[in-house]
């Protein structure tokens, strides 16, 4: 049966109570024609990072996990562990790599791969423990065209 594209809604939202004054906000961004959603949860052990995702010109022969690069719409890399914090290392498909951390209930979004003002793309995320000696839960979302 073939996919029948449809949209994708996401929404983030900041509510605060602050000096007894009410702010919110609420960014609503609809993605059309999306083909294809995966989702997964990984078990990321401590030590060398493992890959995640690896970003790819095209999907002939690709291993699971791999999404092409042209393709993608939204990346969502959640920590939903209770404790600790998972350290993402963001490669470049020439050298650069950047590398942030997400705590509990925090995550990283991602809504095209491009990097280094446009000089290079996102060739891979990798996430790695540190800190404990317990492995955290990953939760993977993505959307692509």
Known sequence: MATIPDTLTIKISE??????????SEVVQTVVDISSIDNRIFNIPTGSPTQVV?????????????????SLSYLRLTNIDTSGTLNLVISGSISSSYETKIGTAQSFILN????????ENVASISAYVSGSSLPIALEYYSATY
């Open 54 to 70: 690896a970003f790819t010109s095209s999907l002939a022969g690709s291993l699971a996990g791999n999404i092409q690069a042209s």
């Open 112 to 119: 095209n791969t491009w990097m280094q003002g446009g000089e």
């Open 15 to 24: 509510d605060i109570y602050l000096n007894n004054n009410y702010r919110n």
